[in-house]
């Protein structure tokens, strides 16, 4: 029609698409890439039988590629409230852009690359938005991110680091992300429900953090010499209480060994990583130490405090009873 038609300047060629077919959207693009000039669609495709196209749905398609439709659509949640309200009809929890789930990724593939996305995304700082699974930015639209990633059974390593990074600040060295993944999804999966990010956190401080038993330092003292550093480790296991003095390349090193030493244990200190924790209120730093077992598994401890040598200690102890 568009071809053809004679006066074709003094015509308004208008469609008017339904979604029998589930094909709305795509014939309305289709339509204006044929030269289409006018859309008459609906709000959230409220229309005969399966509805008639979602003008919204369009118009947020446009913006993704770069294309101003024209219309002000930058809070959705208003649009939402107001159509909620008039026309007594909710909004599926999937629909495009407006659904509560559509920003949202519970796939631990899909958070992986989302993290990485975001991540990269600050690095460039080109002010592109450029992330997989979101097709534009949710600010854009008065839409939030930082519930886009939730954890449940289908969660892996990508998702909850995510959300301990975001929200508590915590920087998990990549194996042990993977490791916390895995307690994650057991939870989940046992429990048959969606984790909230209170309640990762709380996981990671059960498993991860201040393990006392059997295994505990109670005092540790250190003498640099020209080679080496020496320690004098107090510890205890199952409330025996033994001094022992070892050395090392450095003060973590030398108290492993002193632990290695007294009670004869069998690991390699393998991954050692601190940051301050930036959103903490006090100067408090936290450090994560990954050991090594025969087998070649590893073992994971994280400690906090304000001093990082204690902070990397906790942590090396709660390594150890995880083993």
């Given at each position: 029609m ?5 006066n074709?300047d003094s ?6 698409p ?16 044929a030269?289409?000039?006018r859309?008459e ?6 229309g005969?039988r ?11 398609n446009?913006?993704s590629?770069?294309?101003d ?5 930058e809070?959705?949640k208003?649009?939402i409230?107001v159509?909620?309200?008039c026309?007594?009809?909710d909004?599926?929890m999937?629909h495009?852009y407006?659904?509560?789930?559509v920003?949202t990724?519970?796939s631990?593939s ?7 996305g ?5 690095e ?5 938005w450029?992330?997989?699974y979101?097709p534009?930015?949710p600010a ?14 289908q ?6 680091g995510y959300?301990?990074?975001?929200k508590?600040g915590l ?11 895995y ?5 989940s999966d046992?429990t048959?429900k969606?984790?909230?990010?209170e309640?990762?956190?709380?996981l ?6 201040n393990?006392?038993s059997?295994?505990s330092?109670r005092e540790?003292h250190f003498?640099?010499?020209?080679d080496s550093?020496?320690a004098?480790v107090?510890?205890?296991f ?6 022992t ?6 003060r973590?090193?030398a108290?492993s ?5 007294a009670?004869?244990l069998q690991?390699e ?7 301050a924790l930036e959103k903490?209120?006090s100067s408090?730093?936290?450090?994560y ?6 087998d070649r598994?590893?073992a994971?401890?994280a400690g906090i405090?304000a001093?990082?040598i204690s902070a990397?200690?906790?942590?090396l102890?709660?390594?150890i009873?995880?083993r």
């Open positions: 568009h071809k053809h038609f004679k074709r015509i308004i060629l208008s469609v008017h339904h979604n029998d077919r589930g094909t709305g959207i795509a014939a309305t693009e289709l339509s204006l890439l030269g289409a000039d859309v669609g609906t709000l959230f495709g409220n005969e399966t509805g008639n196209i979602d003008v919204l749905n369009v118009a947020y446009m913006f590629q770069g294309i439709p024209k219309l002000n659509i809070n959705i208003e649009i409230d159509y909620e309200r026309c007594k009809m909004i599926d999937r495009p407006a659904g509560k789930l920003f990724a519970f631990g899909h958070q992986d690359a989302i993290n990485k975001v991540h990269a995304l600050h460039r700082n080109t002010g592109i450029e992330v997989p979101l534009i930015d854009d639209i008065g839409r939030e991110y930082e519930p886009v990633v939730r954890i449940n059974s969660s892996g390593k990508g998702g909850v959300i301990l990074e975001t508590f920087n998990l060295p990549a194996k042990m992300r993977e490791a916390m993944g307690t994650a999804k057991a939870v046992h048959q969606e984790l909230m990010p309640e990762i956190f709380e990671f401080k059960k498993t991860f953090e393990k006392v059997p295994f330092v540790v003498n640099r010499t020209a550093m020496k004098e107090t510890s205890s199952n409330g025996k209480t033994i001094t003095r070892a050395a090392g390349n450095g973590l090193d108290v060994n002193a632990l290695k030493q009670y004869d690991f200190l393998v991954t050692y990583q601190e940051h903490s209120s408090r730093a936290i450090a130490v990954g050991i090594q077992k025969p598994t590893l994971w401890g405090d001093d990082i990397s200690i906790d942590a102890v709660t390594a009873n995880n």
